[in-house]
């Protein structure tokens, strides 16, 4: 009777086996909110493509959704650290220079008015993964 070998995990050429990874730590690709402040503000994404948001605070908040600065038309729950991410979609359709304005507005607090943590900027851009002043300057430039 043949003796099955033994399979062993390979390490890389040049790295001892057991050793820690050097590989950089990936920084979250979208809008971190800490303290109650999003960032970054503005946020270029390009239509059609997700709009991720992290919460790393203790409380809950409303991302309340304007159009035109005046009135909220859509409210959606950020939930707190332990399990607050949340993704929104940029419209496929919109145009570069397209922005949406929110809020970010603790839920013990009552809702009301852009002075709730806000106004903060989503901008539909060809600017995406380049700087923030790249966004404030597509921003500007509408």
Request: proline fraction near 10%; glycine fraction near 10%.
């Amino acid at each position: 009777m043949a003796k099955e070998k033994s399979k062993k995990k390979s390490t890389p050429a040049g790295k001892k086996p057991g050793a820690k990874s050097s590989a950089p730590v990936s920084v979250y690709a979208g809008i971190n909110v800490l303290q109650g402040t999003p960032s970054p503000d503005p946020y270029p994404v390009a239509p059609g493509v997700a709009i991720p948001f992290k919460n790393n605070d203790a409380t809950d908040y409303y991302i309340q959704l304007y159009v035109g600065n005046t009135t909220p038309i859509v409210d959606v729950l950020l939930p707190k650290a332990s399990t607050g991410v949340l993704r929104l979609m940029a419209d496929p359709r919109a145009a570069l220079g397209t922005a949406c304005t929110y809020a970010l507005t603790p839920t013990s607090e009552v809702k009301g008015g852009i002075t709730g943590g806000g106004p903060h900027t989503i901008v539909i851009s060809d600017t995406v993964g380049k700087t923030a002043n790249s966004a404030k300057a597509a921003v500007s430039g509408r």
